[in-house]
């Protein structure tokens, strides 16, 4: 049997640069495919920070939607925006090869870093990372694509704003004022791109095998297993990553609160034989190091 693979995608210049690439290697494979872009809630809805939205999946949901509505057979997201439980009736098909992890920082000149200033992000994780480093600084809400972040950005007083490098790098963005943060957490699968497809849809799910990449997926469940343990579906400052080196897995996560004074973080190294549940391992660790309370803190906070 062959068919046409209905691609799902945001409209973004970024997501339609990720479904083009699946589309590509799909059609190199000697696949036919089509493009559906779609657009999301959490690309109408540019006024609220995220967590105020209080939807899970807010970039997701409609491409799920159409997925189970019959509209589309796959979907591809930036998997940092896919929540850790899919709906039922869609399983993960491909994690593609990670790209840059990092969060960098876009700014106009560093010598506010010691002093006082403004970013940047939409983002409660750097946000509390960004305040545990610098707590004389002010944070404020940025929302949009990439196309649109950058623009306020430049049109702001801001001294700058925090974006993912994957994203800039991917649609040639990435300005000539920047600087990588070594020191900031990224979040859980950030740089990773996933394809979904439904749990019986044995063609695309054959299809999309060929994508995947054995340690870009070992790594991101990893984080996502971490995130899991400890959000319990709230949304929450928490970075992870893990990295395999010569069969040894390289873990660190961290919890903050939401104004960046606290930090709990778990390191581990361990042999890539004895990673299994490695992240729930983890977030239990932190959870057990006062991540509990400071949780509930957060809960209540957010609501």
């Known amino acids: 049997m062959t068919k046409t693979i209905r691609i799902g995608t945001r409209d973004s210049e970024l997501a339609l640069w990720q479904a083009n690439t699946v589309q590509k290697r799909l059609e190199d494979l000697g696949f036919t495919t089509h493009l559906v872009p779609v657009k999301s809630t959490g690309d109408i809805i540019l006024d609220k920070p995220l967590y105020e939205l209080g939807i899970t999946g ?81 944070v404020v809400d940025l929302r949009g694509n990439v196309n649109t972040r950058m623009q306020k950005l430049t049109d702001s007083d801001w001294n700058g704003a925090i974006f993912a490098a994957a994203g800039l790098e991917r649609i040639n963005l990435k300005p000539e ?30 299809a999309l ?24 579906g709230c949304t929450a400052p928490i970075g992870a990553l893990a990295q395999i080196k010569e069969n040894t897995v390289f873990f660190t996560g961290a919890l903050f609160s939401l104004d960046g004074k606290d930090k709990i973080e778990v390191i581990k190294e361990v042999n890539i034989e004895q990673a299994k549940n490695l992240g729930e391992i983890c ?8 991540g509990r309370e400071l949780m509930k803190v957060i809960k209540a906070e957010i609501k």
């Open 58 to 138: 807010i970039f997701t949901k409609t491409l799920d939607v159409a997925m189970l509505n019959g509209d589309i057979d796959i979907a591809v997201h930036s998997m940092k925006d896919v929540p850790t439980a899919l709906p039922t009736g869609i399983v993960e098909a491909a994690i593609l090869k990670r790209a840059n992890v990092k969060d960098i920082l876009v700014h106009k000149g560093l010598s506010f870093l010691n002093t006082k200033g403004t970013i940047a992000t939409g983002s409660l994780r750097r946000k509390a990372q960004w305040l545990y480093k610098y707590p004389t600084h002010t």
């Open 177 to 206: 004022h920047f600087i990588d943060l070594d020191w900031m957490i990224p979040a859980p699968a950030q740089g990773a791109m996933l394809v979904v497809a439904k749990e019986k849809d044995t063609y695309c799910l054959e």
């Open 209 to 232: 095998s060929n994508l995947n990449d054995k340690t870009s997926e070992i790594c991101v469940h990893i984080e996502r297993e971490f995130l899991r343990e400890l959000e319990g």
């Open 283 to 290: 977030a239990q660790e932190v959870l057990n190091n006062g």
